[in-house]
């Protein structure tokens, strides 16, 4: 079982739907959770952090983490067609020098 | 520069030779990372300089694989007598200090690297 895994998609949705995406992940250690956003032939950039259980709200998305059930989540309300990238959950224990652990990214379409 | 600037943007080689790939991170970033990214593969991590000491270097998947960092700046990653799977895109990311406490790492472009 990989430590991260995330659905890759695509997911497709219409604009102004709501889009939930979401990760699972097996290593009870890890307390930071973070969602990044890639764009096409662009690198990665950060789009929310979390540390623990709890839910965070940034304008029209929200991550949401879950650690009993080891399950994190990022919901985009009214989403519109800029939205459309690739999206990587990713997760670490805090305190090493180990570097994150990314899921594959769940590649998303919002349909105009 | 205002960012991660990685060189080359693509790569085209033949099975064999050998690679550099170049990264400039944030100035006054002192950790540097290098992540591999292959088609269906996720981010795949391979080595983590906090300075110009490398204390993970657990992702590099075979010895045909080095990387410096000299200054604490530049770092360069070597891919010696290539191969096809090597094939990917290779990101470099920059963060000040530790990335734990904010999760955020500032990745370039990538480097695009095809082994024919």
């Known amino acids: 079982q990989k430590e991260v895994e995330q659905d890759p998609g695509p997911l497709s949705v219409p604009e102004g739907a709501i889009v939930s995406l979401n990760c699972t992940y097996s290593?009870?250690?890890?307390?930071?959770f973070m969602w990044y956003r890639q764009y096409s032939r662009k690198g990665p950039e950060l789009l929310m952090y979390?540390?623990?259980?709890g839910n965070k709200e940034d304008g029209r998305f929200t991550a949401q983490v879950d650690k009993s059930s080891k399950y994190i989540s990022l919901f985009i309300r009214d989403s519109q067609p800029s939205d459309s990238a690739t999206y990587l959950c990713?997760?670490?224990?805090?305190?090493?020098?180990?570097?994150?652990?990314f899921g594959k990214g769940t590649h998303l379409i919002i349909q105009p | 520069g205002a960012g991660v600037s990685q060189s080359p943007s693509n790569k085209v080689t033949e099975k064999g030779k050998d690679v550099e790939l170049r990264c400039d991170p944030i100035?006054?970033?002192?950790?540097l990372y290098w992540y591999r990214q292959s088609l269906g593969q996720g981010l795949e991590f391979l080595i983590y300089?906090?300075?110009?000491?490398?204390?993970?270097k657990s992702g590099l998947p075979s010895d045909r694989f080095s990387a410096e960092r000299t200054g604490g700046s530049v770092s360069t990653l070597t891919i010696q007598r290539t191969q096809q799977e090597d094939s990917a895109v290779y990101l470099c990311?920059?963060?000040?200090?530790?990335?734990?406490?904010?999760?955020?790492?500032?990745f370039g472009e990538g480097s695009r690297l095809t082994v024919l």
């Open positions: 990311a920059s963060s000040f200090n530790s990335p734990y406490n904010t999760g955020e790492l500032f």
């Open positions: 290593n009870s250690a890890f307390q930071y």
């Open positions: 979390t540390y623990s259980s």
């Open positions: 990713a997760m670490s224990r805090g305190g090493g020098a180990d570097g994150l652990t």
């Open positions: 100035s006054g970033h002192t950790a």
């Open positions: 300089f906090q300075g110009n000491s490398a204390p993970d």
